[in-house]
């Protein structure tokens, strides 16, 4: 068996709190295999999205080690970690996280031009076309509807074609319609660009989608 994707042993994280030191994250051990669908779930508060973070670099673990590509992210400084993400995932969060003086076209191109593509903008149109929103390219996040944003946000994890997506509640401010629709989407950029996909939920349905679920409770695996 090939290497796999994403590898953490007995990860930590501990943030320190206005009462003393808080753990997060306690001894982490799990590996995610090239093109699998990773669900995890648990109760608020039991670290998934600090979980999600750490395989994404956006937090650094206290303790343990968590390799990804085969890359240590535990020893790499921040400029690295940013272009380790820009380089090899895309990364969708509840919030959006959307660029609100950028246009749809703008947002999407973003990562592209950081990454030096001169097809930028040509490549950020086909993508919103794929998530229909080719209608919406010159609009603005304040003129779109949460399901827009969401796709919008879609299209700019999927534009620079990572190996890996992280997905953070992607459905966990839609209704049932748009929350329907973005998980189709979701996994239909899985699909076509072969990414294997990490995702945080409290969505049974998406979850009952997933390869694996992993589930969480009081910053450990509950197996």
């Known amino acids: 068996m090939s290497a796999p994707v994403i590898s953490l042993n007995n990860a930590c994280l501990t943030l320190a709190g206005n009462a003393g030191d808080v753990n997060i994250l306690r001894g982490i051990s799990l590996d995610v295999q090239k093109g699998e669908t990773l669900g995890l779930v648990g109760p608020s508060g039991s670290g998934k999205s600090s979980l999600l973070m750490l ?14 590509l085969n890359q240590d992210l535990t020893h790499m400084n921040e400029d690295k970690l940013a272009r380790f993400r820009r380089d090899h995932m895309g990364v969708v969060f509840q919030s959006f996280h959307l660029i609100p003086t950028m246009t749809a076209l703008e947002n999407v191109a973003t990562p592209l031009e950081l990454a030096g593509d001169k097809d930028a903008f040509v490549t950020a149109a086909t993508e919103l076309d794929t998530v229909g929103l080719s209608d919406r ?32 509640e992607p459905t966990g401010n839609l209704d049932g319609v748009n929350g329907q629709a973005i998980m189709d989407m979701l996994f239909g950029l899985r699909d076509r660009h072969g990414a294997t996909l990490v995702l945080v939920t409290h969505d049974n349905d998406l979850a009952n989608r997933c390869d694996r679920v992993l589930r969480l409770r009081d910053g450990v695996l509950d197996i």
Do not use: C, F, N, W
């Open 55 to 68: 395989m994404g670099g956006l937090e650094r673990a206290t303790d343990g080690e968590v390799r990804v």
């Open 137 to 168: 390219k010159d609009h603005y996040p304040a003129q779109m509807s949460g399901g827009e944003q969401q796709r919008v946000a879609l299209a700019r994890a999927a534009a620079t074609r990572p190996e890996i997506l992280l997905a953070d």
